[in-house]
């Protein structure tokens, strides 16, 4: 087996929001999670303790009961580390609020007999088959809304965890139900990915090559070597900025199962 991971802050005097970790618990098999803490925009989210405080709670919780609650499927895993983390500043900070601190998911799970899968927002999941075929698992439900929608922020919190919008993991347990899961026979997979948009848009934003071309990068150059590809486009004068900013929180996590 072999795992790479890295993640790099999209600005250096700004804290990585991300949240990447890698697992192999003592029972066998492999864990892998990833995380986009979501950037608020300026003004009040009714907590006091900020999104890579967020990140670090939920991330540790999902990597902890995916690996020692084999029992438990994914789902329940998120809602279970969603509960738990609402729980420990719901005394603090008011969890009602639509910008309380969240984040994109990715976890994967494997054993012997299968690959489990969840992915909610907009991070990325990709599974290669023994053959060389390459899968992306998405939650495309952002991806579906105009871009001048999102521009406003007004606009966006009326869509944020909403009908209609988007979902991410926040303060309610119940969003695990909105996740994309799934699981694969385990010898149909070979090897799985974990981007987050910000190392994602080597493929979806900047089209430098498709999800296999992604993965092999991953392969020969490592998860760093994806990061500094991203980071090298971003840099180009000649290239518009990526989505709603040039520079984002970037990580990436490589598995050869």
């Known amino acids: 087996m072999r795992i790479d991971l890295a993640s790099a802050p999209g600005h250096q005097e700004r804290p990585n929001e991300d949240w990447v970790s ?7 098999g492999g864990v892998l999670v990833i995380l986009d803490g979501v950037t608020p925009p300026g003004g009040d989210d009714g907590c006091v303790h900020g999104v890579p405080w967020f990140a670090t ?3 540790g919780r999902l990597t902890e009961l995916s690996g020692s609650r084999r029992d438990m499927p994914l789902d329940q ?3 279970e580390s969603v509960r738990a983390t609402a729980d420990a500043h719901r005394d603090t900070c008011d969890l009602s609020h639509v910008r309380t601190p969240q984040a994109t998911v990715v976890v994967v799970r494997w054993d012997a007999r299968y690959v ?3 992915v909610l927002s907009d991070s990325v999941l990709l599974l290669e088959a023994p053959g060389g075929a390459v899968t992306a698992v998405l939650d495309d439900r952002l991806d579906r809304i105009p871009r001048e929608v999102l521009s406003s922020v007004a606009a966006t919190d009326a869509l944020r965890n909403a009908e209609g919008g988007f979902f991410t ?7 695990a ?3 994309v899961t799934g699981r694969t026979p385990r010898g149909q997979v070979r090897a799985v990915a974990a981007l987050t948009d910000g190392a994602s848009r080597w493929t979806d934003t900047f089209g430098e090559g498709d999800w296999a071309d992604c993965l092999a990068v991953l392969r020969k150059e490592g998860a760093q070597g994806l990061i500094d590809r991203v980071r090298a486009v971003e840099c180009d004068p000649a290239r518009p900025s990526a989505r709603y900013k040039r ?3 970037a990580s990436a996590v490589y598995a050869e199962l």
């Open 169 to 175: 993991a926040a303060a309610d347990p119940a969003v």
């Open 57 to 59: 709670r939920l991330g």
């Open 177 to 179: 139900a909105r996740a």
């Open 22 to 28: 890698a697992a192999i618990p003592a029972s066998g």
């Open 77 to 79: 895993v998120l809602a």
């Open 116 to 118: 489990e899968h969840l």
């Open 247 to 249: 520079h984002d929180d």
